[in-house]
Every structure is written in structure tokens, then in C-alpha cells.
């Protein structure tokens, strides 16, 4: 199972992004996937991701903010993050877990600057 995560990039606080992520499996009726991110020296941080019934969850940090969907047709994970703040710039991970594995994009990069 392979993951490409893309999207990131460079904005103004304020400003927004849309991240991607491309499984190269199907991912109907999955639920057990979500989006992390990590700064250099920090841990990896669970930022938002789906749950049973298709209702998601998010990091207060981001609540408000941040929208986790996905377009099973094209077995592809969104997060539109809207009013970014510095404090948000981190590299981001898609995740997704398939029979009790879990597998991790590539990562993209995002920098908010103030």
C-alpha cells in the first residue's frame, strides 16, 4: 500500500491549503485513516481523521479550522486548512491502516509565516 501525500507549501498566516492524499488501494468503507504532522525535534502529532459511522475528529488545536474528507472514487484523503497560524507549520503525514497495519505517506511541508 502506498500513500502520496501533496499540497503543501508556502502561505501568510491567514491563508489556506488543501492537502492530498492518494491511496493506491481502495479505501471504501475505511475509516481508520487521518492526517498527522511533525515538527523537527517534536513528537508526530494526530491532527484528523475519520471515525466509525463516517464522523470525524480533530485536535482542538485545529477544530474550526481544519476539514478532513475523501473522495472514495478516486481513493483519496483531503484536509482543507483554512486560517493557518504559524504555530501550524509542520510537515504533514497521511495515514491510513489496513488490516491492522498502518502505513504513512511521504510527507508534505507546510510553512505558515506570520
Known amino acids: 500500500v502506498q500513500l502520496q501525500a501533496s499540497g503543501g507549501g508556502s502561505v501568510q498566516a491567514g491563508g489556506s491549503l488543501r492537502l492530498s492524499c492518494v491511496v493506491s488501494?481502495?479505501?471504501?468503507?475505511?475509516?481508520?485513516m487521518g492526517w498527522y504532522r511533525q515538527v523537527p525535534g517534536k513528537q508526530r502529532e494526530w491532527v484528523a481523521g475519520f471515525a466509525s459511522g463516517g464522523s470525524t475528529n480533530y485536535a482542538d488545536s485545529v477544530k474550526g479550522r481544519f476539514t478532513i474528507s475523501r473522495d472514495n472514487a478516486k481513493n483519496t484523503v483531503y484536509l482543507q486548512m483554512n486560517s493557518l497560524k504559524p504555530e501550524d507549520t509542520a510537515v504533514y503525514y497521511c495515514?491510513?491502516?489496513?488490516?491492522?497495519?498502518?502505513?504513512w505517506g511521504q510527507g508534505t511541508l507546510v510553512t505558515v509565516s506570520s
Open positions: 495515514s491510513a491502516n489496513f488490516n491492522g497495519k498502518n502505513y
Open positions: 488501494r481502495s479505501i471504501f468503507s475505511l475509516n481508520a
